[in-house]
């Protein structure tokens, strides 16, 4: 098994890679609202005793993981994903990485 991350830069496009994941039979993902810490420091302004808290313009990026059977899947949700993005080498597109897993306990069985 594996563990997919993928930081989606464009949260509009965040139904589109759900989308295209469930099309290749990829389901239960957990999804992080977060933010990267370029964008944290951009919007930090150098003065002493300013405290800033979080806007409701602020951008931010989501985050999925998700568990996957093998290496051959880890690629098809790779391809299906720049389907959406264009190619995560890109600028402004996202990062995806994936691991194998040594142990998983919990997931449902897929069989039934």
Known sequence: MYMILLVLDDPNNFDAVLSCWDKIGIRGATIFETTGIGRHLQRLIPMRYVFLTKSSDEESNLTLMVI???????????????????????????????????????LPSRSG
Do not use: R, S
Request: proline share 5%; net charge negative; charged share 25%.
């Open 68 to 106: 996957v059977e093998n290496k051959k899947m880890v690629e098809k949700c790779l391809a299906a994903t720049e389907t959406v993005t264009g190619d995560l080498d890109d600028p402004n597109t996202g990062i995806f990485a994936a691991w194998p897993l040594t142990m998983v306990k919990g």
